[in-house]
């Protein structure tokens, strides 16, 4: 909170916890102040936190509401099952209490490695009902890294299911210690894992489990490792206060009410599926749970279900988009798209909606919560040609709704000017912020220096108060001491109509250091094409510094969060200039 006093901007820290009054003093200019300032008489003892007026929050109410608003209403859909909100109350009870029973309680992790189905979605709610942390794993990890961040996280139980069972074997085995693992049948694979079997397992606990609430919104609620593209990842703890907070934020940013469907097309292990498994439970909506992305699959459901709302990477809109013709469906109702996570190239915003799809723009990080940023939709863009107003919309945007605030500074924190063309990083401030890195103490001082978190992405402030993000900071491309952002290359070559994906890096140049070097990959129908062609494509649409020397053709390699392997892609652009 900010009290403007005379040019000094002052932040009033109140600290719900110790009521102390702390006075920490001037910052230089109007920067920053922190004083803890109860004024005089609101400072009584009768205006106290006394337990009728304060209680910690934690999304996990949002199932209790929706248990007992609409017992009746649906709330889980996977496949034939069919769950009403009072059934996951009562089996996320179950699995609370039957971890308790195990012995799991505050302080303990418990992972599990499913895709997005109603085990993991109940893990959600029943493992912190316990009182435990969830570490929800990136099922497309292998057994090296999953024993990794078992290890780290130092998981007391897992949850896994059959479909990983080769990889869930050899990373208990890498491990090399006894895990206790609840299995979950997937109807397909009859092999056992050994475990105790998920449903037999939710039977050893209570329905009517009275389970505690969290006495601190500071609580760890769940741990949600980075996907380590420069080393071992990190483990991002997130608190039940950001939970809560982002999860009211985005239903409010996405327009979710009662009658939403939301089809998982985006994983639940990414940020707590960007924290939708508690926001569309906020609203008592409908979840509808998908093993993998499939476009067939995809478009059946929205049909099916009447789905209102899904959210994905750029490339699950880019399998939409390209999906064969006799799998596209056309919907007489719109479908709302949130998409983020790596930029999505207007191209891909304009084939969504000339299919019918309202696209929203977000930008967040694992230590975000998820969306952090959104490029909230302006009435006057409502007349622009289509090309124009996807440029808008493939900005990443202003502050969300519960983001403290947002900035694009230099190496000395002062502001860049909002011209759309100075480049700086962008730092956020958030009570939806992680606590901080899992036993990476270093790490975490280095995320929060100077009182703002560090996203590593740089960016720029355009003058109507919009960031566009123009790379990370390790993505930049210094041609004869210019800047190329490799996204706005990347920008272009997917307006190209043949190009199916694209990825632009740096590759050396012995004339001007670095220059950039395109790998892409072509759609299905796609004439053949030379280097040349697309060289020629990129003079027509971009300066020609920008211009790529080399083009490579292939599929691009991906991280296990479908993000297309930079360093590899450096490494063999490298390769090619030896
Ligand atoms: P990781 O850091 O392990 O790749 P994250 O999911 O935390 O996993 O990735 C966050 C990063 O993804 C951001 O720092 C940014 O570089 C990129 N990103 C996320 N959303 C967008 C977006 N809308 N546009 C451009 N980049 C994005």
Redesign the pocket.
């Known amino acids: 909170m900010c009290l403007t006093l005379g040019s000094v901007t002052r932040e009033l820290r109140l600290d719900l916890g110790r009521s102390s009054r702390e006075d920490v003093g001037e910052a230089r200019g109007s920067e920053r102040c922190i004083v803890s300032v109860i004024g005089g008489h609101y400072d009584a003892p009768h205006l106290a936190r006394v337990a009728a007026n304060f209680a910690a929050l934690t999304p996990l109410s949002f199932l209790a509401r929706a248990a007992a608003v609409y017992p009746d209403k649906l709330a889980v859909i996977d496949g034939d099952a069919r769950y009403s909100y009072g059934e996951i109350y009562a089996r996320c009870r179950r699995l609370a209490d039957a971890l308790q029973r195990r012995g799991i309680g505050p302080g303990d992790t418990v992972a599990v490695l499913a895709p997005n189905i109603p085990a993991l979605l109940e893990a959600h709610y029943g493992v912190p009902m316990a009182g435990a942390v969830l570490n929800a794993l990136n099922t497309r990890l292998d057994a090296r890294s999953v024993a990794f961040i078992l290890g780290h996280g130092q998981a007391k139980l897992l949850i896994a299911d059959r479909e990983f069972g080769p990889v869930v074997k050899a990373a208990l085995a890498e491990l090399g210690r006894p895990l206790p693992l609840v299995e979950i049948g997937d109807g397909q694979h009859a092999d056992t894992l050994g475990g105790t079997l998920y449903e037999t397992f939710l039977g050893e606990g209570d329905p009517a489990f009275d389970w505690p609430r969290p006495l601190d919104e500071w609580a760890p609620i769940t741990l949600n490792?980075?996907?380590?593209?420069t080393g071992n990842?990190k483990g991002?703890v997130y608190h039940h206060r950001g939970a809560f907070l982002n999860a009211l934020g985005n239903a409010i940013t996405f327009g979710l009410d009662r009658h939403s469907v939301y089809l998982w097309t985006l994983p639940m292990f990414?940020?707590n599926g960007w924290t939708y498994t508690w926001a569309v439970t906020a609203v008592a909506g409908t979840h509808v749970c998908l093993r993998r992305v499939d476009p067939a699959a995809i478009f059946g459901l929205i049909e099916k279900h009447r789905v209102t709302n899904l959210c994905g990477a750029?490339i699950v809109l880019n399998l939409l988009a390209h999906a064969p013709e006799a799998v596209k469906r056309r919907f007489d109702h719109i479908v709302e798209v949130a998409?983020?996570?790596?930029?999505?190239p207007s191209a891909v915003i304009r084939a969504m909606e000339e299919m019918g799809f309202r696209v929203t723009?977000?930008?967040?990080?694992?230590?975000?919560y998820?969306p952090s940023?959104v490029?909230a939709w302006q009435e006057a863009w409502e007349g622009l040609p289509i090309d124009e107003r996807a440029g808008r919309m493939a900005r990443?945007g202003v502050a969300s709704l519960t983001l403290g605030g947002q900035r694009v500074v230099d190496p000395a924190m002062a502001d860049v000017p909002a011209d759309g063309v100075t480049l700086g990083e962008?730092v956020l401030r958030s009570n939806t912020l992680m606590r901080g890195y899992l036993k990476n103490p270093r790490a975490t001082a280095e995320a929060f220096a100077e009182g703002w978190f560090h996203?590593?992405?740089l960016a720029v402030m355009h003058p109507d108060g919009y960031v566009e993000?123009k790379?990370?900071a390790k993505?930049i491309i210094i041609s004869g001491g210019e800047n190329i952002s490799s996204?706005e290359v990347e920008e272009a070559l997917y307006r190209h109509p043949h190009i199916m994906e694209a990825a632009v890096v740096a590759g050396p140049d012995p004339k001007w250091g670095e220059s950039p070097c395109a790998f892409v990959s072509l759609t299905p129908n796609a004439p053949p094409l030379s280097a040349a062609d697309i060289i020629a494509w990129c003079r027509a649409n971009l300066a020609h510094y920008k211009v790529p020397r080399t083009v490579v053709f292939g599929p691009l390699p991906k991280?296990s969060?479908g993000?297309v392997q930079k360093f590899d892609l450096r490494d063999r652009a490298k390769e090619l200039a030896s």
Do not use: F, M, N, W
């Open positions: 490792y980075t996907s380590g593209t990842p991002v990414h940020c750029p998409t983020g996570g790596a930029a999505p723009h977000l930008y967040g990080l694992t230590e975000s998820g940023t490029c990443q962008l996203t590593g992405d993000i790379d990370r993505d996204l991280t969060t993000k």
